[in-house]
């Protein structure tokens, strides 16, 4: 059970670990954590057992005192947005999104936030262990909850602060993977008279047309076509809403190209990207005047370090982009696709920015498959192994650590971190020269293997 507990959300697979037992524990010692007037707002994607965990979980809050407030079927950003607004005169306490985001349908979990703020790592390892150690405690069924209308208010938001993208004449195509996307975007875009063409708009938790990740390049294939076919520009979304994937005819713009051309409307910002990012943004951004933070993967630790250090803009190389520019300092999807388009307004040309950028060669996000308990003993013997490397490694010029083991070389970068999702090593390569970037892989993935044979020969 201890796996369902990650660094940034809760998340397992329905049944098998997400039963009904634990979801009431959780909803328990979670709602005991949660100070205030302890207002929860629930929200869930499209899963069919989404629905059924909402019950287990607000009967375990009931359980802990907290009143539950429910806004039913929702984009994960349109439940953040649930912590900024009122609710008849009630604010918020604490928000928590049931969803598997871009997993299979069998997964489920919950993105927390409590006081506006990511509930994750330490808090998340803490309630785990509780939750471990209590598993003998029975919590009564008490699905009593008040329903509230959190679409309405976001959709009226976004109106009134894109009002002036009111009928841009750009052609939009849209592919919302069948998840949440569209419990807002058509609203949206039709009340600004927006120029759209969406696929797979319906929120079906099956998924029966393609893996609601547009981070890999196969599940892109429909949007790409119908781009070519009647569209200037497309936007894909993961299952929850609140990664994005921009393309235009010529590029598939990843998110931390996108913080470039989004920074471009920001006087001299600081914009953290994570470990996964290229050096070009962080050059780039440095070129302008802008100030740039290289800081660990995942959404969680993105915003607080937004908190830390009042930066106006993140991002993720998935699609994850958080504005504190203007808005509230989360990720949106649906916010980030309505600031692209503002670009576009503005006359820029996306992919004349793309192509004035420094050229390099990058690998996708590279997959080693491990284990769960596997995985830190690796990254910590990487660590070790490239304080005295072999004879013929890449010579390195230093070497970052805030999320695994960044290895800048003199013409580019190798990446080796641990999933904190998956149990598999992310690895990510980068050079000015397209063989170099093959032998830095190539040089990285060898120390992986000599790692694992190290903690085999160590028992």
Not at 118 to 138: C, K, R, S, V, W
Not at 140 to 157: G, L
Not at 398 to 421: C, K, M, P, Q, Y
Request: glycine residues 6%; hydrophobic residues 40%; aromatic residues 8%.
């Amino acid at each position: 059970m201890k796996t369902i507990f990650r660094e940034y959300d809760i998340r397992g697979i329905f049944e098998k670990e997400l039963n009904e037992k634990t979801v009431k524990l959780i909803g328990y010692f979670l709602g005991q954590k949660i100070k205030g007037e302890k207002v929860v707002a629930i929200g869930f994607d499209a899963r069919s057992h989404s629905p059924i965990l909402r019950d287990y979980l607000t009967s375990g809050l009931n359980a802990a005192g907290c009143k539950v407030l429910d806004m039913g079927l929702v984009a994960t950003p349109v439940n953040y947005f649930a912590n900024y607004i009122s609710h008849d005169g009630i604010e918020t306490d604490a928000s928590i999104m049931i969803t598997g985001s871009h997993n299979p349908s069998e997964y489920n979990g919950f993105k927390i936030t409590v006081d506006k703020a990511p509930f994750f790592g330490e808090q998340i390892y803490a309630l785990g262990d509780e939750i471990i150690a209590n598993q003998e405690m029975i919590i009564e069924e008490n699905t009593t909850s008040t329903q509230i209308d959190v679409k309405t208010p976001y959709i009226n938001y976004m109106i009134e602060n894109f009002a002036h993208l009111k009928a841009m004449d750009t052609k939009i195509v849209l592919d919302c993977g069948n998840g949440v996307a569209d419990t807002v975007i058509s609203d949206i875009f039709n009340a600004l008279e927006l120029n759209y063409t969406g696929i797979y708009m319906e929120p079906d938790g099956t998924f029966p047309n393609h893996h609601p990740d547009p981070s890999v390049e196969e599940n892109l294939v429909d949007v790409k076509k119908l781009l070519q076919e009647k569209g200037d520009i497309a936007f894909a979304y993961d299952g929850d809403a609140d990664r994005i994937a921009v393309l235009t005819h010529k590029y598939n713009i990843k998110g931390d190209q996108m913080a470039l051309l989004y920074a471009l409307k920001m006087d001299k910002p600081t914009v953290i990207g994570e470990v996964k990012c290229s050096q070009v943004m962080y050059d780039e951004l440095e070129r302008r005047g802008a100030t740039a933070i290289m800081y660990k993967t995942g959404h969680s630790n993105l915003k607080v370090k937004m908190r830390e250090t009042g930066a106006e803009l993140a991002c993720e190389v998935s699609g994850h982009i958080f504005f504190k520019h203007r808005y509230f300092g989360y990720d949106d999807a649906i916010y980030a696709t309505l600031r692209m388009l503002e670009l576009l307004q503005d006359g820029i040309d996306l992919d004349a920015q793309i192509e004035a950028l420094p050229k390099v060669f990058s690998t996708e996000e590279l997959k080693v498959k491990t284990s769960e308990n596997e995985k830190f003993k690796i990254i910590d013997e990487v660590k070790n192994l490239l304080q005295n490397p072999p004879a013929d490694f890449p010579k390195i010029k230093n070497i970052i650590d805030v999320d695994g083991v960044r290895i800048n070389f003199e013409h580019g970068w190798g990446l080796v971190r641990a999933s904190n999702t998956t149990p598999v090593l992310v690895t990510r390569f980068e050079s000015t020269d397209e063989a170099l970037a093959k032998v830095y892989e190539t040089e990285v993935n060898k120390l992986i293997l000599m790692a694992k044979k190290s903690i085999i020969e160590k028992g």
